[in-house]
T-cell receptor, first 116, second 114 residues
Framework: KNQVEQSPQSLIILEGKNCTLQ??????????LRWYKQDTGRGPVSLTI???SENTKSNGRYTATLDADTKQSSLHITASQLSDSASYIC???????????????WGLGTSLAVNP | ETGVTQTPRHLVMGMTNKKSLKCEQH?????MYWYKQSAKKPLELMFV???????ENNSVPSRFSPECPNSSHLFLHLHTLQPEDSALYLC?????????????FGPGTRLTVT
């Protein structure tokens, strides 16, 4: 069964500190892996998208890594800001030879709180 | 703002009411989606439209009825809902229907069924 599991479930850090969020998946083969940021009461916003052949992708203070062998991804946030407080969701797109697959496999997300 | 708008942002309705959610995308995309987001659960795909044609119905109860009059607009008609249907309903669009394409989300409609 295709699954995406994220850890930790929630995290509290102080402003200015770094943190790393984890994503383990069982989706295989897969087309791409994405990280989304979702502010409370808002829709998800894409941070990074990586194909199976990419190892790392950066977007400002956000850096995502991917290890397709171990089926793990991480999202590293550098010099956190109060505005980073949000849910971070890992999403995997399965790959099927028969054609486009429209159903993404979503994780539950990690709830991050950045305190002053 | 992501280029995808949703109205209303909040909706409270009784189980016997009929209401509609509206989504509009200003990105020139050809695919639109409805998702349901409940507490403690991953996002659930409900419907997918490609060029105004429904291409996926993810076993959604018939009390949810989607409509896509053109590639920029998507509606979700609601009737005789249950309290467990209370959730955040998200609309998204992408250039083409398919998991390989970036999806852009609207802000969502917070639905409460009483």
């Amino acid at each position: 069964k295709n699954q995406v599991e994220q850890s930790p479930q929630s995290l509290i850090i102080l402003e200015g500190k770094n943190c790393t969020l984890q994503c383990n998946y069982t989706v295989s083969p897969f087309s791409n892996l994405r990280w989304y940021k979702q502010d409370t009461g808002r829709g998800p916003v894409s941070l990074t998208i990586m194909t199976f052949s990419e190892n790392t992708k950066s977007n400002g203070r956000y850096t995502a890594t991917l290890d397709a062998d171990t089926k793990q991804s991480s999202l590293h946030i550098t010099a956190s800001q109060l505005s980073d407080s949000a849910s971070y969701i890992c999403v995997v797109s399965p790959f099927f030879n028969a054609g486009n697959n429209r159903k993404l496999i979503w994780g539950l997300g990690t709830s991050l709180a950045v305190n002053p | 703002e992501t280029g995808v708008t949703q109205t209303p942002r909040h909706l409270v309705m009784g189980m016997t009411n009929k209401k509609s959610l509206k989504c509009e995308q200003h990105l020139g995309h050809n695919a639109m989606y409805w998702y349901k987001q409940s507490a403690k659960k991953p996002l659930e795909l409900m419907f997918v439209y490609s060029l105004e044609e429904r291409v996926e119905n993810n076993s959604v109860p018939s009390r949810f009825s989607p409509e896509c009059p053109n590639s920029s607009h998507l509606f979700l008609h609601l009737h005789t809902l249950q309290p467990e249907d209370s959730a955040l309903y998200l609309c998204a669009s992408s250039q083409v229907a398919g998991g390989a394409y970036e999806q852009y989300f609207g802000p969502g409609t917070r639905l409460t069924v009483t």
